[in-house]
């Protein structure tokens, strides 16, 4: 039982520690994010008073991780807490700027959940389900990727949805049958 316990204390340490600094996340932080998340959109849930049914599992995705750890660090950094970056940037911003790209696919979605102060992935993202408009988020079918990061006591968690266009519609593309209508980027909070 004492290994266990030095065991869990040591990991959470480094993973404390890995995260507070710059770089990528661990596997074990990843792990535990994707397994908390798709157990949830696996089963469905109410967020509010609308129920979600399941929904696909999301899978990491690293330009969405550093989007995340970026506005985690400028939040920490300039003592603020919003979605909108103090230079003016939006999430959708952001998350570009992170190469996570919408051309040259059929759709594109985004979404961001921000959080402060918690003190575990099981702390967030309990709060996170229990919040209605996060929630959403979480189980948005439209999002098929997500990156999170921690940056001192700042947790963010970015989400992307792309949806290629099919071997069909590539071919009308290209032959100039198929026309492309660029629409406004969007987000969810």
């Known amino acids: 039982m004492r ?38 959109r696996q089963k469905g849930c109410n967020c509010g008073i609308r129920y979600y049914p399941p929904a696909a599992p999301l899978t990491w995705n690293n330009d969405l991780e550093d989007a995340a750890a970026g506005h ?12 909108t970056s103090r230079d ?3 999430m959708g911003d952001r998350i570009l700027s992170a190469g996570y790209a919408y051309k040259g696919f059929k759709s594109y979605a985004v979404g961001e959940n921000i959080a402060a102060g918690q003190q575990s992935i099981a702390e967030v993202m309990d709060g996170w389900f229990k919040s209605e408009g996060h929630c959403k988020n979480l189980m948005n079918p439209d999002f098929k990727e997500v990156g999170a990061a921690l940056y001192k006591n700042y947790w963010v968690q970015d989400f992307g949805g792309r949806e290629s266009f099919s071997p069909e519609q590539q071919r009308l593309i290209k032959s100039g049958k198929y026309k492309l209508v660029q629409k406004k980027i969007s987000g969810s909070d």
């Open 3 to 40: 290994k266990l316990i030095a065991k869990i204390i040591f990991t959470l340490t480094i993973l404390i520690t890995f995260n507070t600094a710059y770089g990528q996340s661990s596997r074990q932080f990843r792990n535990e994010f994707l397994y908390r998340i798709n157990l949830t």
């Open 72 to 83: 985690a660090r400028d939040m920490a950094r300039h003592d603020y807490f919003d979605h």
């Open 88 to 90: 003016g940037r939006s």
